[in-house]
């Protein structure tokens, strides 16, 4: 490989790397407003040691609160015992055992310490299915899985230090994830692909769906009056509003484009991959007929990843349903919901950017796979009367 070649493959994508890393750390230079007061309030590590008082019932359910002693492992109050409490709810306390890992929410004011069970210890279980998930993406992808990881952690980074400042900062969340889609996308497809025409047909059609969701999401919205300020938990972002410059009424829509990014990445990959290799194969074949066999490979596509985002986001109403469907509530008062309405926007949206990707995609690999090349129903005429004169 030589200079120029190397420049161009490691080169620009260092440069541009460090002015990234820059920018990021630019923005994340952000003074937020408090909304709770947490003064003396910690979260810290603990095991528990012994249980003082169980609320274990005959039947298996749990009444009431446990009183158990946890010697605390992080904090100011590490490695002393704490008698503290544990709730018996779902959502706040555990079912202690003697040796479980928990989290102790704790408020310390001069000697005076006040302690509750938060929840089970989960994070280095959270770390090591994550770490074993790209361990075995890199096992089975080999150098591609490898790549696929790196741009993995690569999004993930973006949306938690990218995306979430330049929202908080009262970027539109819109045009802020257009931008986030856009960057992960080039990283990924660059990883995975090099500096060639197939990245840079991949991305295009890659940010052409995500676009076009967006659009029919936007559509939907100003048919059914359904917006970012009908979700379930907007009396806490009311308040968010209110103390900080967030656009609140589009995070629904710049969370729909986040979440079909994956999806629409893949038929855009996979559509550029097999349109290069049939133009690899057969270099002889017209714009027509590349445009045609690009459309076939789609076109069996269609048929699984059209249903991806529709089943995703029926799978996390799947507890909302059933709530439905043991009330017996009416079809019209369903059907008419904000909440079934958002996750039909959601889904039919989404899959509108998977489908709509497919022709745009196979368009924009046929004319760069066929630049400046004519097209052999045009140059048909003149080479018949070329053999004729001959």
């Not at 690569?154 to 929202?167: E, H």
């Not at 909302?320 to 009416?330: E, G, K, Q, T, W």
């Not at 489908?355 to 018949?384: F, Q």
Request: aromatic share 8%; hydrophobic share 50%; proline share 3%.
């Amino acid at each position: 490989m030589n200079l120029k070649k190397w420049f161009v493959r490691w080169g620009i994508p260092v440069v541009l790397l460090a002015a990234f890393v820059i920018f990021t750390v630019y923005i994340n230079q952000v003074d937020k407003v408090a909304l709770v007061n947490r003064e003396g309030q910690t979260f810290e590590k603990g095991v528990v040691t012994e249980i003082l008082q169980d609320n274990l019932q005959p039947n298996g359910t749990r009444v009431g609160e446990q009183r158990v002693l946890v010697r605390l492992t992080t904090g100011v109050r590490a490695g002393q015992e704490l008698e503290t409490t544990s709730a018996s709810g779902f959502l706040f306390g555990a079912g202690c055992t003697v040796g479980m890992r928990v989290v102790v929410m704790q408020s310390v004011a001069g000697d005076s310490t006040i302690t509750s069970i938060y929840s089970q210890d989960r994070e280095w279980v959270i770390y090591a299915f994550a770490a074993a998930y790209l361990v075995v993406l890199c096992l089975v992808g080999g150098k591609q899985g490898i790549k696929g990881a790196l741009g993995l952690v690569f999004t993930f980074f973006c949306i938690l230090f990218v995306y979430l400042p330049l929202v908080y900062r009262g970027l539109s969340p819109f045009w802020v994830s257009v931008f986030i889609c856009v960057i992960t996308t080039l990283v990924t497809m660059y990883l995975i692909g090099g500096p060639t025409r197939k990245t840079l047909v991949a991305t295009g059609g890659t940010v052409a769906g995500v676009v076009i969701a967006g659009i029919s999401a936007t559509i939907f919205s100003m048919a059914t009056g359904i917006t970012g300020w009908n979700v379930s938990d907007i009396e806490s972002l009311l308040t968010l509003a209110s103390t900080s410059g967030v656009q609140v009424g589009g995070l629904l829509f710049s969370g729909l484009l986040i979440s079909s990014l994956g999806a629409v990445m893949d038929v855009a990959m996979s559509i550029g991959s097999a349109i290069a290799e049939i133009h690899a194969q057969n270099p002889a074949l017209s714009r027509g007929e590349l445009f045609k066999a690009g459309m076939h490979v789609g076109r069996d596509m269609m048929g699984t990843d059209s249903n991806t985002l529709i089943l995703a986001f029926a799978g996390g109403s799947i507890s909302m349903l059933v709530l439905d469907y043991a009330y017996s509530l009416p079809y019209q008062q369903i059907i008419n919901s904000n909440n079934i309405g958002i996750a039909i926007m959601q889904g039919l949206s989404g899959s509108f950017g998977i489908v709509l990707a497919v022709p745009v995609t196979v368009a924009l690999a046929v004319a760069l796979y066929t630049w400046k090349r004519p097209n052999r129903a045009e140059t048909a005429p003149a080479e018949d009367a070329s053999r004729q004169t001959r």
